[in-house]
């Protein structure tokens, strides 16, 4: 496999915080590489520093072989990066139809209006909104936003997908039906990586996964390996029996 | 919407490349709403033609600069967002290059009125390009302070006329046949040019850059992740809402006589503009024009009226504040709420 993503050294300060230190990994293709850590412990920046919300203060950011560092948003969506945000960002008054058609005319599909319309259909039918396409963003459920900004990304036909917990705020029955939406993206040779607390979600989905504590790369490996990686379990609970931590991970 | 409309006769067709790229437009040619945006034209062009109604001809030709000055204001308003409070500087110096190459290089009025709406629409650009990084409020300011600078500028600028501006003399109406015939000249020029500001603002809508500036208007951080290049599309459509303005001020100015800083960069004028859009429903092509009509309606009867002759800005102020209190979406938010039928019909 080869390397469809690589992150080598990046460091992002804001003021006196050292959001991101020396972190690299490496997304190959049609892999789900995992991101957890404990709250502040700099992921979402990892993200905006991927898809050029910040640009890193040092380290670059390599995206199919060419260097994106520090290239506008938009741009990197051009190239094929799409993303899904924590805090939830829909087109509150435009319907979930045209939400999508956005992310399909303006990422990298790039199409013409009128094309736009079956990319959005087959987006929405992975999610699960075709039911919902004239509904207002707006209006929608924690859930359906959720759905949305998964939909909206995969409009664009990314070749890589940042999800940033997808899964928070979702009931369980819900969590079990994203997981198995995440795995039909992925079935279709799309890349993901993904930022995620619902642990269970991300071990079951996950080739590998990368922990991050305080800005730093604690760990990364397989997720079995990883959750009895003592420094992660530490990171996590403070210093424990191992075995409940795992457990309780 | 349109939106849907359009990818809906596309995919049925078996499009060939070409139509692809053509297909929106042919499309917007079989909308009813572009048959009602022409047949506006026309009655706007009939009517005071009908009976020889010199009085009527002036109250629309009031009504039609200010349809284009709201649905231009739309654009970047309505679509992008932007609060333009600066926006009658198109109009102001659109008017003076006009009227500057008419009276002074005695250049015919269509040619100088063009050259007026391409060098406005460029300029606009460039400064599109710097002040658009701001945001909300600070933009909102950058735009007054350009108004105010240009009018500065225009006011000490002693080729313009400086403070006096610009008289014209009754000879620059002989090529269109003395002042009576120029005057319905000028009146058909700006309800074409009112006919192709809505029709603009309607093809802006029902295209991609239009899907464009609406996410930017939703959610301006949000477009950018999803691939729009915000500064551009930002640009443009500033750009773009100059270019009419600037030739109807053009025609305006050549209708009155005479043109000066005050008169031509009247914030007063831009805060109108605003109400206009709000009054009809931001947004809404269908809104800013019928906003733009009846707040020139009710203006020209509280001028009119004894008792509020000096109100009429209290009145325009007050009607602002009603509207983003009471009623955001304006009249058209609360047809389209109403008869949701109606979102499809009246863009």
Not at chain 2, 161 to 179: K, M, N, R
Not at chain 2, 187 to 198: D, K, N, Q, R
Not at chain 2, 297 to 322: D, K, N, P
Request: contains cysteine; glycine residues 10%; aromatic residues 8%.
């Amino acid at each position: 496999m080869t390397a469809l993503l690589e992150v080598t050294n990046i460091n992002k300060r804001f003021g006196g915080v050292h959001a991101v230190h020396n972190l690299s990994l490496t997304v190959a293709d049609g892999e789900i590489l995992g991101l957890i850590g404990p709250n502040g412990a700099g992921k979402s920046t990892v993200f905006n520093v991927i898809n050029g919300v910040y640009p890193p203060d040092q380290g670059r950011v390599v995206f199919k072989g060419q260097d994106i560092t520090g290239e506008a948003p938009y741009r990197i969506a051009r190239r094929g990066v799409a993303r899904a945000h924590q805090i939830v960002q829909p087109l509150a008054s435009m319907t979930v139809l045209e939400n999508c058609t956005v992310g399909a005319c303006f990422g990298q599909a790039n199409l013409p209006l009128g094309r736009a319309r079956a990319v959005v259909h087959e987006a929405a039918e992975i999610v699960g909104l075709t039911d919902r396409l004239d509904h207002l963003a707006g209006q929608l459920t924690t859930a359906g936003k959720k759905r949305l900004e998964l939909a909206r990304a995969l409009s664009a036909r990314p070749e890589l997908l940042l999800l940033d917990e997808v899964l928070a705020g979702l009931n369980p029955t819900e969590i079990e039906r994203m997981i198995v939406v995440i795995r039909r993206i992925r079935d279709r040779g799309i890349a993901i990586l993904m930022i995620e607390h619902v642990m269970h979600a991300i071990m079951s989905l996950s080739d590998r996964v990368v922990v991050l504590n305080l800005g730093s790369k604690l760990a990364e490996g397989t997720p079995q390996a990883v959750t009895r990686n003592p420094d992660v379990i530490t990171a996590y609970l403070g210093e424990a029996e191992p075995t409940a931590a795992s457990e309780a991970i | 919407m349109s939106v849907q409309q359009s990818s809906d006769a596309l995919t049925q067709v078996v499009a060939t490349r070409n139509q692809e790229r053509h297909g929106l437009i042919v499309n917007i040619f079989r909308q009813p709403f572009t048959w009602l945006i022409a047949f506006a034209g026309v009655v706007f062009a009939v009517l005071p033609v009908w009976g020889d109604n010199v009085q009527l001809r002036e109250s629309l030709l009031l009504a039609a600069v200010y349809v284009t000055l709201a649905s231009n204001l739309n654009i970047i308003l309505g679509y992008a967002g932007y609060v333009n409070f600066g926006n009658i500087v198109f109009f102001g110096l659109g008017g003076y290059v006009c009227i500057y190459l008419v009276s002074e290089w005695q250049w015919p009025l269509a040619a100088a009125a063009l050259i007026a709406g391409v060098s406005v629409s460029l300029l606009a650009l460039l400064f599109g390009l710097g002040i658009l990084r701001l945001r909300g409020a600070f933009f909102a300011l950058a735009t007054i302070g350009v108004n105010e600078a240009i009018k500065a500028f225009v006011s000490n600028f002693e080729p313009w006329g400086g403070a006096a501006g610009i008289y014209l003399s009754l000879d620059v109406y002989e090529p269109l046949g003395g002042p009576g015939q120029a005057l319905w000249i000028v009146y058909f020029l700006i309800v074409a040019a009112m006919t192709v500001s809505l029709f603009l603002s309607y093809a802006i809508k029902s295209s991609k850059f239009g899907l464009g500036l609406l996410a930017i208007g939703e959610n301006e951080d949000a477009a950018a992740v999803l691939g729009i290049n915000t500064p551009r599309y930002k640009a443009l459509a500033y750009s773009i809402s100059a270019f009419l303005p600037a030739i109807v001020g053009g025609l305006y100015f050549f209708k009155t006589g005479i043109i000066e800083p005050g008169g031509a960069f009247d914030l007063t004028r831009s805060i109108e503009a605003i109400v206009m859009v709000m009054l009809g429903g931001i947004g809404s092509v269908t809104g800013a024009a019928v906003g733009a009509f009846l707040y020139e309606e009710l203006r020209g009867v509280l001028l009119t009226t004894e008792a509020f002759s000096h109100f009429q800005l209290v009145i325009a102020g007050l009607l602002l504040l009603g509207i983003v209190l009471f009623a955001p979406g304006g009249l058209m938010g609360f047809v389209y709420r109403r008869w949701p039928r109606t979102r499809r019909l009246l863009q």
